[in-house]
């Protein structure tokens, strides 16, 4: 177990204060502890106050050095923050999943998404363009152009403790804007790791320090970056009520929000679906990660006709799920990220039997040996109808839903019924319901998929939901413009001087 640790330069205590090469000390400690065995990884020194302004103001001394850095030069930098993490992807791999309980497989995957999101801003670095227009004036030109932002605040969740920093800080750097990174309470080492990771690569290319900060803290810290007027951006990834707090400070002072919040993905199971690809998307959905992914599927929407077959090869499946060590080989769930989850987890099992919901698969927390954290939990599937209150709810767990429907019209309302609008998906090989799934008149979410579930998307596209789920995108395609001002530029290079509109000032 030390092996990776001592690789990444985890230690018993750690400084969570950083510009870079240089580490900050504090007196305010905190501890992480693993849900897989409930032992003490090791300690985080969290910022206070003072500590948050001194980042603050290196931040806005290495933006004016780096914004000035051309785009291709910064993309090569990246580039090897990339290979930095291919060198560490194995150690990293593990320390995500022993901090945060997800299986070995996914903590590797999820190392290999900051590789990916490094490979891609390096190939952007060449390609930041804006459009040119024609001018309605006679010898004038007309173009647009992006511009740096300055700071961008990154406040991120639990879940995705590595990934969902790389996504916004490899487009941001890779923008000429520089970082300042909140990780999750939950999961502090994971960032320490990322951040060491980062600076051995900025120091060998002479990088300025502070391009990339760290500030381990409680949501305090985060609160200060959203207020704060010199942060022009601030993206967020984490519940809906987070969210709101955060929009509303920033709107506040005319800030920028990237809202990445909770969902409340549903699967429509059509008559005419490949079963089998319907279930492992299903049961990977519903379990992977132990159902605390913002994309993990919540609610499957199963037509009539195949309701009973489907619902017994589900149940059938969940029987055969191993549960235990998420670094051991062959389990498909490890533990919750802690026992507050795990109370929310029982707390919405109780409500949902209150509302009516019938289980077909009991869930409870799970006891003996191997499982001692108390974060270990029975993944379960309740019949319910679409309405619950509960089920509109996001529980950030494995529970399941499902619900049946007679006509795709009303499998899309059920679909699209929820306060939350990040991920969907329909099973179905008739092209009719597929192009209904697909069009203004489909699914209402900012991912909607095809004969793949709801969780796990790749970082070309742009990632992000609708509604509650905070209509933010990050990631791929062009979603590097929330990262940047942009600027209209009009140059006249005739002797005239003609007014827009036509509009005559004679002097
Ligand atoms: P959380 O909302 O409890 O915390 C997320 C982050 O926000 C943490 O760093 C926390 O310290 C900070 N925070 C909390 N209150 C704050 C405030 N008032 N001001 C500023 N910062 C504040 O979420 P969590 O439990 O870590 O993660 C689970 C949630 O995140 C789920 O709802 C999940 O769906 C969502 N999530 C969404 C995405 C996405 O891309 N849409 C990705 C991952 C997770």
């Known amino acids: 177990m030390q092996d990776f640790l001592n690789t990444l330069k985890i230690n018993e205590t750690n400084s969570g204060v950083s510009t870079g090469s240089h580490w900050f000390s504090s007196s305010i400690n905190t501890s992480s502890a693993s849900p897989v065995d409930g032992k003490t990884i090791g300690t985080v020194q969290l910022a206070s106050g003072s500590d948050y302004e001194t980042i603050i103001q290196e931040a806005q001394k290495a933006f004016a050095i780096w914004r000035s850095v051309p785009a291709p030069k910064r993309g090569d930098v990246i580039r090897q923050v990339g290979d930095g993490f291919r060198r560490y992807k194995k150690e990293l791999g593990s320390l995500i999943s022993y901090e945060t309980g997800k299986s070995l497989q996914e903590g590797l995957g999820e190392v290999q998404e900051v590789i990916d999101i490094c490979d891609f801003a390096s190939g952007l670095s060449r390609q930041i363009s804006g459009l040119t227009m024609h001018s309605e004036r006679p010898l004038h030109r007309m173009y647009e152009q992006y511009h740096p932002l300055g700071i961008v605040g990154i406040i991120t969740a639990f879940n995705f403790p590595a990934a969902v920093w790389a996504w916004n800080s490899a487009l941001a750097w890779v923008c000429g804007d520089v970082t300042v990174w909140k990780p999750s309470p939950k999961a502090p080492l994971t960032a320490i790791a990322c951040q060491k990771i980062t600076a051995e690569i900025f120091t060998l290319n002479q990088v300025p320090e502070a391009v990339s900060s760290l500030l381990c803290g409680n949501n305090d810290i985060g609160e200060l970056l959203s207020r704060d007027t010199r942060i022009p951006l601030v993206s967020a990834t984490g519940s809906t009520a987070m969210g709101r707090k955060v929009a509303v400070a920033v709107a506040q002072r005319?800030?920028?929000?990237?809202?990445?919040?909770?969902?409340?993905?549903?699967?429509?199971?059509?008559?005419?679906?490949?079963?089998?690809?319907?279930?492992?998307?299903?049961?990977?959905?519903?379990?992977?990660?132990?159902?605390?992914?913002?994309?993990?599927?919540?609610?499957?929407?199963?037509?009539?006709?195949?309701?009973?077959?489907?619902?017994?090869?589900?149940?059938?499946?969940?029987?055969?799920?191993?549960?235990?060590?998420?670094?051991?080989?062959?389990?498909?769930?490890?533990?919750?990220?802690?026992?507050?989850?795990?109370?929310?987890?029982?707390?919405?099992?109780?409500?949902?039997?209150?509302?009516?919901?019938?289980?077909?698969?009991?869930?409870?927390?799970?006891?003996?040996?191997?499982?001692?954290?108390?974060?270990?939990?029975?993944?379960?599937?309740?019949?319910?109808?679409?309405?619950?209150?509960?089920?509109?709810?996001?529980?950030?767990?494995?529970?399941?839903?499902?619900?049946?429907?007679?006509?795709?019209?009303e499998a899309i309302a059920i679909q699209n019924g929820v306060s939350q609008g990040l991920s969907s998906a329909i099973m179905s090989t008739n092209l009719r319901e597929t192009e209904l799934f697909l069009s203004s008149v489909g699914s209402d979410c900012g991912i909607a998929n095809v004969n793949i579930g709801t969780s796990g998307a790749e970082i070309g596209g742009a990632f992000g939901g609708e509604k509650d789920s905070g209509g933010g995108r990050e990631s791929g395609s062009d979603s590097w413009k929330a990262y940047m001002r942009r600027q209209t530029n009009t140059i006249n290079f005739g002797n005239q001087l003609p007014l827009a509109q036509g509009i005559k000032f004679d002097l």
């Not at 099992?349 to 954290?373: H, N, T």
């Open 254 to 409: 005319l800030g920028r929000s990237l809202l990445e919040l909770g969902g409340n993905n549903a699967i429509i199971i059509t008559p005419d679906a490949d079963l089998q690809l319907a279930l492992t998307a299903s049961v990977f959905g519903a379990v992977g990660t132990a159902g605390q992914r913002c994309t993990s599927t919540r609610r499957l929407i199963i037509h009539s006709s195949i309701y009973d077959t489907f619902k017994n090869q589900l149940v059938k499946a969940y029987h055969q799920l191993k549960i235990g060590n998420p670094l051991e080989h062959g389990i498909h769930m490890g533990p919750l990220i802690d026992k507050a989850a795990v109370e929310g987890y029982l707390t919405a099992i109780d409500r949902c039997k209150e509302e009516g919901g019938a289980f077909l698969v009991e869930g409870g927390l799970l006891e003996g040996y191997g499982y001692e954290s108390g974060c270990y939990v029975k993944p379960c599937i309740a019949e319910v109808n679409p309405d619950l209150p509960i089920v509109r709810e996001e529980t950030f767990a494995p529970i399941l839903y499902i619900m049946k429907y007679e006509t795709i019209e």
